[in-house]
């Protein structure tokens, strides 16, 4: 009815919700010079083998330092970002960043094996992706493999009948693709077939509960499962208990990421992590603390 049209239209407005939305308003106009500005910064998130906790590679995870309100997060303002069409311009950014760190980590003798990156639906699905991902990849001149793409089940969905030629490009110029928050999208599973498609990431959703939640712990199994016999590798997200480890190590779950292993962190420390592991003679690091 319309009077309870009217109330919940009044209702709508908490004062709560107006100042949720004057700070999107504004966070908006300052994302537009944010990329000008030099306000963004990557973080690096290592992830290791459960099989000798040895440092695989790392996730590049963004930060917006605005200048009056501080960190924010991704959640945030990646939305935003592609709501003003400038996640193309932010995520060729964070490439070319990550490519310009892995070929100083290269020159210098501390071969990173992989950097993962995240790539928006509207970038990943846009015509001109692959030939930019091969330019800068090139103009950096590190090998193809060093680079990894994160997507999503939906950036999947929104490729459409371009998913194959996208996915055979990227496997002929040898970037892997892993497939991020695995079994929180809603699409068909045929995608696991496409040869550039190599790791799952499985949700930290499904990892939280492990290993009490008998649901969650038939889900995570399953998953690792059905990737092991398609060939895929799995990275678990969220690790922040030794039970957690444990659990995923014993279903044959190869490589782990999360704060039990390490936070994000700067450039600088990951590259003191790699060069720590790269001394001949010298035991591997140890992520993980010793149970
Ligand atoms: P994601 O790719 O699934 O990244 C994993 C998120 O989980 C990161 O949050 C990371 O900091 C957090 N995380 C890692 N380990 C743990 C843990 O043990 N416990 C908990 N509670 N959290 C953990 P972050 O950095 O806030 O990123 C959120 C999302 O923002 C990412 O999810 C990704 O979808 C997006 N994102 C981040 N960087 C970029 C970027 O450069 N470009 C694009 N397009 N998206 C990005
Ligand atoms: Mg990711
Ligand atoms: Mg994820
Ligand atoms: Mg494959």
Not at 195 to 205: E, H, N, T
Request: aromatic share 8%.
């Amino acid at each position: 009815s319309a009077k309870q049209e009217e109330r919940n239209t009044y209702r709508f407005y908490t004062p709560r919700m107006r100042a949720d939305a004057n700070r999107r308003l504004l966070l908006l106009t300052d994302l537009r010079r944010a990329l000008e500005e030099n306000q963004f910064q990557l973080l690096y998130q290592p992830s290791i083998a459960f099989e000798n906790n040895e440092l695989l590679g790392a996730e590049a995870l963004l930060r917006w330092h605005h200048p009056e309100r501080g960190y924010i997060m991704p959640s945030e303002f990646v939305p935003m970002a592609e709501t003003l069409g400038l996640i193309r311009h932010i995520d060729e950014w964070v490439l070319d960043r990550v490519c310009r760190q892995v070929s100083q980590w290269n020159s210098e003798g501390v071969k990173i094996p992989r950097v993962a990156v995240n790539i928006s639906a509207g970038w990943f699905s846009h015509p001109d992706f692959v030939q930019q991902l091969t330019s800068t990849i090139e103009r950096n001149g590190i090998e193809a493999h060093q680079i990894m793409l994160e997507i999503t089940e939906s950036t999947i969905l929104q490729l459409g009948d371009a998913t194959r030629q996208t996915m055979s490009s990227l496997h002929e110029l040898g970037v892997a693709i892993a497939i991020d928050d695995f079994g929180t999208g809603y699409s068909s599973l045929a995608y696991l077939k496409l040869p550039a498609v190599a790791y799952l990431k499985v949700d930290r959703s499904f990892v939280d509960g492990l290993p009490e939640s008998a649901e969650d712990a038939s889900i995570v199994q399953a998953m690792v499962a059905m990737a092991r016999s398609l060939g895929l590798a799995v990275i678990a997200e969220g690790v922040e208990t030794e039970a957690q480890h444990e659990f995923l190590r014993g279903v044959g779950c190869e490589e782990g990421q999360g704060y039990l292993y390490s936070r994000p962190i700067e450039a600088k420390n990951l590259g003191e992590l790699l060069r720590q592991e790269a001394k001949p003679g010298v035991a591997r690091l140890s992520l993980v603390p010793p149970s």
